[in-house]
């Protein structure tokens, strides 16, 4: 453990009515992570629950995939030839254990795409949460759903975007946040770069046991979120992320 302790609420799905979700979290600006929710967003549990499921009813996709900087600044690029890459690619590489060699160049290679949600295939095995939709989803103007999809140690470096909401169907995913305001914008690490635990610990100065030493640079929050969570994020909040082991996740953003 690295950061500062995270004060994120972890809330049971289904304990907070629209309402209170709204006033405590969407308009007070307040991060919150809901546990036992993956039938709140997943109409086809069975698609999701391993790789031989996954890949025989999503496989044949085709979806943008990068290192985490590009996904988060560009939208991916084709890295497997001329063509976009198939989920079955992008799953097969995963369990080759590609990526987790320094050399091998495409070792951060994730998958970050909205695209791919309005397939046919997707979008009837995913559900948008009433919750999201009746509180900030519909309220704040455009809106898009991305499906993420990455290896041990992949992830997207700090940046910051609308409310958005991601819940987990596989794995477990590692967040540093900063509420708004506190993330030092002028650093070289904002927006966009991916860095590894190790050089984020080196670039904040104190050391793993006291996560509050001093220093010049303030340390972010980090918060764990697990299969079937969803974690909902505000508008503003800093924030990076990082794959504990393979991981597959569905969410939307205004």
Known sequence: KFGRACAVDRVPWGALTPPEFKANHVDAMRPVIFTDAAEAFLARPAEWVSKK??????GALT??????????????K????SKPASLREVVDKLAAGSGTSEEDVSGD????????????ELASSFVQPALFTDT????????????SLGGDG??????????????????????LLFEPGRFPAHDPMF??????????????PGNSSDPDAAGSMPRPMECIQRVGDIMYLPAGWA???ENLGDTVGVGGQT
Do not use: C, I, Y
């Open 53 to 58: 499921s996954f890949v025989e009813a999503f």
């Open 63 to 76: 979806v943008n995939v990068g290192t985490g900087a590009e996904l988060a600044q560009f939208g991916g």
């Open 78 to 81: 084709n890295l497997f030839g």
């Open 109 to 120: 290679t994730a998958v970050f795409d909205m695209r791919v949600m309005q397939q046919p």
């Open 136 to 147: 900030f989803m519909n309220l704040r103007g455009a809106r898009w759903n991305m499906l």
């Open 154 to 175: 992949t992830g997207l470096g700090f940046h910051t975007h609308a409310d958005t909401w991601l819940g987990l169907a596989a794995g477990a995913k590692r967040w």
């Open 191 to 204: 927006p966009n770069r991916m860095l590894s635990t190790a050089q984020l610990m080196q670039r904040w």
């Open 239 to 241: 924030h990076a992320t």
